[in-house]
């Protein structure tokens, strides 16, 4: 279960992060399919409902899908939704790749280059539309975009502080620890770790474990483990009822994102 002062903590540190104002944050994770995308979603939801102008942004979506014949990224697609906004997809996902592969990989598959500028002239430019943003990256910190360039790169250039969702089971302690000192070791901040329970079993010891390990092993705010919802699904772009389960964990006032 969520407890309220982890998540009145991990709230007020994804807001103000370190007292400084912030303009948003860079979701990743430990792998892909540790529910970034739910996760996101999540945080989304609830700023939206708590009235701040929320935009969202999947830079680099590999593993699109083809809908009404146009390639769309599933991700975009599903945070859109829950933000509420009509963005373009060229803005919100400047660049979606078919093959489910790395995206340096699935860019060089589709005959293309991945260039980090022109997703960084697309975050420019919904910075001006919104006033706090929440950025899906792809796969973990250490996935290339181009070349060496990683999405640990594209992090640092946006500036903004990283949330880290793992799986809330057995082994997330070392995926974690690994990807908050990768994060620290190329200059990133990390606001906070969000535990995941992406299983339909009842969280067992290691789930009860391992966030206080976490915290104590990395001096992070440790939050969750969110609930496993059977009625959220990102492909199908249904949300279930994750966010209100989670806001009505976060008896907090307005909270002041700037
Ligand atoms: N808390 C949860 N409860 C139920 N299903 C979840 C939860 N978190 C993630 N999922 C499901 O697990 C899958 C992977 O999650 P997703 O957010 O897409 O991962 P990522 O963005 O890291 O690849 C998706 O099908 C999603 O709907
Ligand atoms: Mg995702």
């Not at 092993?217 to 209100?244: E, H, M």
Request: some cysteine.
């Amino acid at each position: 279960m969520i407890c309220h002062t982890e998540a009145e903590r991990a709230w007020r540190i994804t807001t103000r992060c370190g007292g400084d104002a912030i303009e948003g944050l860079f979701v990743t994770g430990t792998d892909t399919g540790v529910g970034k995308t739910v996760v996101a979603g999540v945080l989304v939801g609830a700023l939206k409902a708590r009235g701040v102008n929320v935009g969202v942004m999947k830079p680099v979506q590999s593993g699109g899908m083809v809908v009404d014949g146009a390639l769309t990224s599933p991700d975009a697609r599903f945070l859109m939704a829950l933000a509420g906004v009509k963005d373009s997809q060229q803005l919100v996902n400047p660049v979606c790749l078919e093959a489910p592969l790395a995206p340096s990989a699935a860019a060089r598959k589709a005959g293309i280059r991945i260039e980090p500028e022109e997703i960084l002239s697309a975050y420019g430019r919904l910075r001006n539309l919104h006033d706090f943003l929440v950025i899906e990256g792809a796969g973990g910190l250490a996935v290339p975009l181009c070349g060496k360039f990683l999405i640990a790169d594209l992090a640092l250039r946006f500036r903004l502080p990283l949330v880290i969702v793992a799986r809330s089971g057995l082994g997330t302690i070392n995926h974690t620890v690994l990807t908050v000192e990768f994060a620290q070791h190329r200059g990133l901040e990390v606001a906070g770790i969000v535990l995941n329970h992406i299983e339909e079993n009842p969280p067992g010891e290691a789930e009860r474990t391992s966030p206080c390990i976490i915290g104590e092993l990395t001096g992070i705010p440790v939050w969750g483990p969110l609930p496993f919802d059977p009625a959220v699904d990102v492909l199908k772009c249904r949300q279930g009822n994750i966010v209100d389960a989670v806001c009505s964990h976060l008896p907090i006032p307005y909270p002041q994102p700037y």
